[in-house]
């Protein structure tokens, strides 16, 4: 998984061609922490077709709002650089992210 940072987003993300994944977390997020090792395994069962990352909105919080995240944890799906589809909130679990994904693929 790659680390999206306030330097890279705007290259591995919104000018990036295909899918990517961004699972937005916060340090002081103990849910996004417990989703970690399902969006893992996610990104190992897409791999080569979709790009999986984080971006720790504890370090970019003026890039997740410019991304309208309000609240965490949020996983939001892009296609060529555009926001398709988002998790967010309780709702964000592994089958959730799948179903999202396999919506959208």
């Not at 994944?21 to 417990?34: H, L, T």
């Not at 989703?35 to 996610?42: C, I, K, R, S």
């Not at 890039?63 to 988002?86: H, M, N």
């Amino acid at each position: 998984m790659l680390e999206f940072t306030k330097e890279n987003f705007e290259e591995e993300v919104l000018q990036s061609k295909g899918h990517v994944i961004v699972d937005y977390w916060g340090d002081g997020c103990e849910p996004c922490k417990a989703l970690m090792p399902d969006v893992e395994a996610l990104a190992a069962e897409y791999e080569g077709r979709v790009t999986f990352g984080k971006l720790n909105t504890t370090k970019a919080r003026r890039l997740a709002i410019s991304q309208r995240v309000l609240g965490l944890p949020t996983i939001i799906l892009y296609k060529d650089g555009e926001k398709v589809a988002e998790v967010t909130g309780k709702e964000t679990n592994k089958e959730a992210i799948k179903a999202m994904l396999e919506a959208n693929l």
